[in-house]
């Protein structure tokens, strides 16, 4: 665990293992360590490296602004910080806008691109999840404890899928504090970058569909692929929005695999 002061405010960060830089973006209200699958099973091929967004865990809110790009710059500028000319770029659901927004005004600094289970935008008609996942996603943002844990379970995961809690998974119990909430979903309902993503034409990029996402519908991952010329669309039968902890291995190997091809 580290931190470091990035464009006015703290961010904390963890950073492993040896090889090519790997950047780990999370999503909506999550705490990277989230991400402590993928920091383990690849490390051993990259310099992996993850962080709290802005007034999340051990980083400072700062100024919040709404914007994904925002968010963007605060990677780029972290990316600055660890002395990265350019990185692979993974990101999940809120992580994979931001990352379409690292790739879309700052092209230079990702080697490739990888989104898990997010969308481009484009409206609630095209990105509503189920009512479903809208009740548990209310509930999980009003509770906290172990019947926070409970209803993430049933919102990330399709029914008897639920990764067994270990390590540190208890610290995502307590949601984020109520300003970054709404300050990430404002960011959220605002994102739209498909009338852009055509400018992505020849940057390696792999779209993670997770089959049985209720919070972002499939059909997402199914648009986004269409709109980057070049994209490859992986789905993932049975795969829930948490498919980067339900499904470690596979999605690993989809990025190491992914990442590896664009370095040649």
């Known amino acids: 665990m580290a931190q470091v002061t990035v464009r006015g405010h703290v961010v904390g960060y963890d950073l492993e293992g040896q090889g090519p830089p790997m950047l780990f973006l999370m999503g909506f209200g999550m705490q990277r360590v989230a991400w402590r699958h993928q920091m383990a099973g690849l490390k051993s091929d990259f310099t992996v490296c993850c962080f709290d967004n802005r007034g999340i865990g051990e980083s400072t809110a700062g100024t919040l602004r709404v914007g994904l790009g925002e968010l963007a710059a605060d990677a780029v500028g972290l990316m600055d910080e660890l002395g990265w000319a350019d990185a692979h770029i993974v990101g999940v659901s809120m992580g994979g806008m931001t990352a379409q927004h690292i790739a879309l005004h700052h092209r230079a600094r990702v080697r490739s691109l990888s989104l898990v289970a997010t969308h481009a935008g484009g409206g609630p008609h095209r990105t509503l999840p189920s009512l479903q996942a809208l009740r548990l996603f ?79 519908p499939p059909r997402c991952s199914d648009a986004l692929a269409r709109a980057i010329p070049g994209a490859r669309l992986v789905s993932i039968p049975n795969g829930g929005h948490g498919v980067t902890a339900q499904m470690p291995d596979l999605v690993n190997a989809l990025l190491r695999e992914h990442a590896q091809a664009a370095d040649g």
Request: aromatic share 2%; glycine share 6%.
């Open 138 to 216: 209310r509930k999980a943002n009003a509770s906290s404890g172990a019947e926070r844990l409970e209803v993430l379970k049933q919102l990330l995961y399709p029914p008897g899928q639920a990764p067994v809690a270990q390590g540190a998974f208890e610290e995502i119990a307590e949601p984020a504090a109520g300003r970054t909430r709404l300050v990430q979903l404002a960011s959220i309902l605002t994102h739209r970058t498909e009338s852009q993503l055509h400018k992505l034409a020849g940057l390696p990029t792999l779209v993670i569909r997770p089959d049985a996402d209720i919070l972002v």
